[in-house]
C-alpha cells in the first residue's frame, strides 16, 4: 500500500513538472477567478480563487505553482476550505529573473475523478495602480496561457475616491456599483488578447515650458512663424505667458495655431511658451472640419502614398480603422537602433517594404496611408507622450524625445479619434484603440502636409542646441478665464461721408474663445452681429463699423456701442457736427438756389453780383489793414 501511495505522488509530481496546459487538457481541469481589489492607498490585493478537479481517478495533485511575470508580489498567502474552516497552505517562492514561481503545498490527498480541490492564492502588489498627476491608471496583465485553464474570470475594483471613469479597455462583461467601490467583471476571451487598462479621473493636466529660437538672416525685415500647442477635442490649452507677444496669432486649416512674428535685419529672439494643458478623457463639444478639409486628409503626400498599388489592395481587404490599427501594429516591428538624430522617415511604402526597421513615424505613417486608400479620412500627430517605461512605450521624434500618432475622422460622431499602433505594438497588445490614455499631448497637426508646421523642439540655432521641451504633471491655474478688450480707431472721416471704424477685437489669454459674437448696437438697437468661431490666445480680430451719414442726422445714432462676452466700448458719433454741418450746407445750398432764381429772373446780373462781391471783399481788407498795428526802425 506504501509503495502505491509512494507511485501516486511521484507521478504527481512528475506530472506537474509537463507544462500546465498539458495538465488542463488531460489530468486536471482548472478554473480560476481572480479578483483585484485596488486599495484606496493604490496598493492592489490580488485573490485567485482556484478549483483543480480530477478527471482521472489515479491521479490527483500534491502541488500547484503560479508563476507570475513581470509582478511584485509581496505578503504571498496560500488557504484553502478544509470542513468549512480555512487551513493556511505552505508557501515556497522561486525568482527566475522577471517570472516569480508560487509554490503551493497540499497537505492531504483529493483523490477521486471530478472530486475537486479550491483553495486560494492571495498577494499585494502597489505596481498594478499608479496616479498619474490627476488621474489614477490602472494596468492588469493579460491571462498568457489561455489554455491552461477551462473556465477562467477576472473581477476588477475600484474604489469610488479614484473618481469617475475615464476609459477601460476592454469593456466588462458586467458592471456594478456597491460598497464604495465600482465593480468589473471579465471573461476568459476578454482577457486574452490585451489584458486590462483603466483610467479613473475627469481629466489629466501637465504643465509645459516651450522655447522656439528664431532668426533672420536677411538684410530686410521678414516674418516668421512657430506653431503653438491647440486647443482639440480631447485637450484644452491655458498659456500663463509668451513673450514676445506675436503680432497675431491664426488658425490654420488642421486647426495648429500659428504665432506670427516680424524680424528686423539680422534680428535673433528667443520665444517662451509657457501654459498647462487639460487633457480630457472623452472627447468635448469641438469645431469640426469642412467637406474641404476633410478632403485634403484623403490625398496622396510625400510619406503616405495612397495610390501605391499594395497599399490600395491592403486598404480593400482591411477597409475599417479597427482592421488598419490591427494590421499595422502586428505588421511593423519597432527598431530601438534606429531612435537616433536626423533618422531617415521612411513613410509608408518603405514601411512595408521594411517592416522590421520601424518606429513612431512609420506605425503612424502606414496607418495614415491604409486609411486614407480607404476612404477615411486621416492624418498625423506630433506631440509629448508621458511614460515611465520607454522601452515598452517608446518615444522616437529624437529632437526633444517627442511621439508621433495618428487620428482618423470617425464621421457618426464628428470628432478625431487619436490611436497609437506604436505603443499598441511594443506593449505586447495593450489596446490603443477604443480608448486613448491621457498621456498624450498633441504639439502639432499634420494633415495637409505630412511635415509642417514643425512642432516645438524643432526651432533650434547653433550646432549644440539646447533642450527646448520640459513637461511635468501639474495643476490647473486659477485665472484661467480669457478676456476680450475691444479698441476702435478712426478709419475715415470725410464730410457727408459714412464714418468708418476700424475695430479690434483682442483676446489677451490664458483661453482660447469659441463662437465669439461681436455685437453693434447704435442707440441700444442692434444693427449687426458678427461671428468668429475661434479666438486663440494672443489674437486679434478686426471688423469695419460703419457710422451712417443722413441730413441733419436724422439716421445717425448718438450712441454707438460694440461689445463682446462682456467687454464694450462707446465710439463718437459727432452727431452734433453732422447736424451743424448739415445746416451750413443746407444754408448754403439755399443761398445758392436763391441766386440763381434771381439770376434767372434778372433781378441780378452776373456781372453785378461779381462786382458786388469784389466791393464786400475790398471793404473788408481795408478794414483789416487799419486794424493791423504799424512797426518800424528809428
Not at 491608471?137 to 471613469?165: A, K
Not at 486679434?540 to 463682446?564: A, C, H, N, R
Request: proline share 6%; with cysteine.
Amino acid at each position: 500500500m506504501k509503495f502505491w501511495k509512494l507511485a501516486l505522488f511521484l507521478i504527481s509530481y512528475i506530472l506537474y513538472l509537463i507544462p500546465p496546459v498539458v495538465l488542463a487538457e488531460s489530468e486536471f481541469t482548472t478554473s480560476s477567478n481572480v479578483n483585484y481589489k485596488v486599495q484606496e492607498s493604490g496598493r492592489t490585493l490580488v485573490t485567485h480563487n482556484i478549483t483543480l478537479e480530477n478527471n482521472l481517478s489515479t491521479i490527483y495533485a500534491t502541488t500547484y505553482t503560479l508563476s507570475l511575470e513581470n509582478v511584485d508580489a509581496q505578503d504571498i498567502k496560500a488557504s484553502e476550505e478544509v470542513k468549512g474552516k480555512s487551513e493556511e497552505l505552505k508557501v515556497e517562492t522561486q525568482k527566475d529573473g522577471d517570472k516569480t514561481n508560487i509554490k503551493i503545498v497540499f497537505t492531504d490527498a483529493a483523490v477521486g475523478k471530478g472530486v475537486k480541490r479550491d483553495f486560494s492564492i492571495s498577494y499585494e502588489n502597489g505596481n498594478f495602480a499608479v496616479r498619474t498627476g490627476e488621474v489614477w491608471e490602472i494596468s492588469i496583465p493579460r491571462l498568457s496561457n489561455p489554455d491552461s485553464f477551462g473556465n477562467y474570470s477576472v473581477n476588477l475594483e475600484i474604489p469610488d475616491s479614484f473618481g469617475l471613469e475615464a476609459y477601460i479597455s476592454p469593456r466588462p462583461m458586467e458592471f456594478s456599483n456597491d460598497g464604495g467601490y465600482k465593480k468589473y467583471k471579465f471573461n476568459k476571451e476578454s482577457v486574452t488578447q490585451t489584458g486590462i487598462t483603466a483610467g479613473f479621473g475627469q481629466f489629466q493636466v501637465f504643465s509645459f515650458s516651450l522655447a522656439y529660437h528664431l532668426e533672420n538672416p536677411l538684410t530686410s525685415n521678414t516674418e516668421t512663424q512657430i506653431a503653438l500647442p491647440p486647443d482639440t477635442a480631447f485637450q484644452k490649452i491655458y498659456f500663463t505667458k509668451l513673450d514676445p507677444k506675436p503680432t497675431n496669432v491664426m488658425v490654420d486649416g488642421d486647426g495648429n495655431w500659428i504665432a506670427i512674428y516680424k524680424l528686423s535685419p539680422r534680428e535673433r529672439i528667443d520665444v517662451k511658451a509657457e501654459g498647462f494643458v487639460q487633457i480630457f478623457a472623452s472627447f468635448r463639444k469641438f469645431p469640426g472640419p469642412t467637406d474641404v478639409e476633410l478632403s485634403s486628409n484623403l490625398k496622396e503626400t510625400e510619406y503616405w502614398q495612397v495610390n501605391d498599388p499594395q497599399i490600395k489592395e491592403l486598404a480593400v481587404g482591411l477597409k475599417t480603422p479597427q482592421a488598419i490599427y490591427n494590421y499595422v501594429s502586428q505588421t511593423l516591428k519597432y527598431d530601438y537602433t534606429r531612435v537616433q538624430p536626423n533618422v531617415q522617415r521612411l513613410g509608408a511604402k518603405k514601411a512595408l517594404e521594411k517592416p522590421t526597421q520601424a518606429i513612431c513615424m512609420e506605425f503612424t505613417d502606414l496607418f495614415i496611408a491604409l486609411a486614407r486608400a480607404a476612404g477615411i479620412p486621416a492624418r498625423e500627430i506630433n506631440g509629448y507622450a508621458y511614460t515611465e517605461n520607454p522601452e515598452l512605450q517608446p518615444l522616437s521624434l529624437v529632437a526633444d524625445v517627442l511621439h508621433s500618432w495618428p487620428e482618423y475622422y470617425d464621421k457618426e460622431n464628428g470628432v478625431w479619434i487619436p490611436i497609437d499602433p506604436t505603443w499598441g505594438s511594443t506593449t505586447g497588445g495593450v489596446d490603443f484603440f477604443t480608448k486613448l490614455d491621457l498621456r498624450h499631448f498633441a504639439f502639432v497637426i499634420h494633415g495637409n502636409s505630412s511635415v509642417k508646421p514643425y512642432p516645438p523642439g524643432s526651432y533650434k540655432l547653433g550646432t549644440n542646441p539646447q533642450k527646448d521641451v520640459f513637461v511635468s504633471f501639474g495643476k490647473l491655474p486659477v485665472g484661467r478665464i480669457s478676456k476680450s478688450i475691444i479698441t476702435a480707431t478712426l478709419k475715415r472721416n470725410v464730410p457727408f461721408l459714412d464714418l468708418i471704424y476700424l475695430v479690434s477685437i483682442f483676446n489677451l489669454g490664458p483661453e482660447a474663445l469659441y463662437s465669439v459674437r461681436p455685437a453693434v448696437y447704435f442707440d441700444g438697437k442692434e444693427t449687426l452681429r458678427d461671428f468668429i468661431e475661434v479666438l486663440t490666445p494672443f489674437s486679434k480680430y478686426q471688423m469695419e463699423v460703419k457710422v451712417p451719414f443722413s441730413i441733419l442726422g436724422k439716421d445717425t445714432p448718438e450712441v454707438v456701442k460694440i461689445s463682446v462676452d462682456g467687454a464694450e466700448i462707446e465710439v463718437p458719433t459727432n452727431k452734433n457736427q453732422v447736424i451743424i454741418n448739415s445746416l451750413i450746407s443746407i444754408f448754403i445750398l439755399f443761398g445758392v438756389l436763391m441766386i440763381g432764381i434771381l439770376i434767372k429772373l434778372r433781378k441780378i446780373t452776373f456781372r453785378r453780383l461779381t462786382a458786388t462781391i469784389r466791393t464786400v471783399y475790398a471793404k473788408f481788407g481795408r478794414k483789416v489793414d487799419k486794424n493791423t498795428p504799424k512797426t518800424g526802425g528809428v
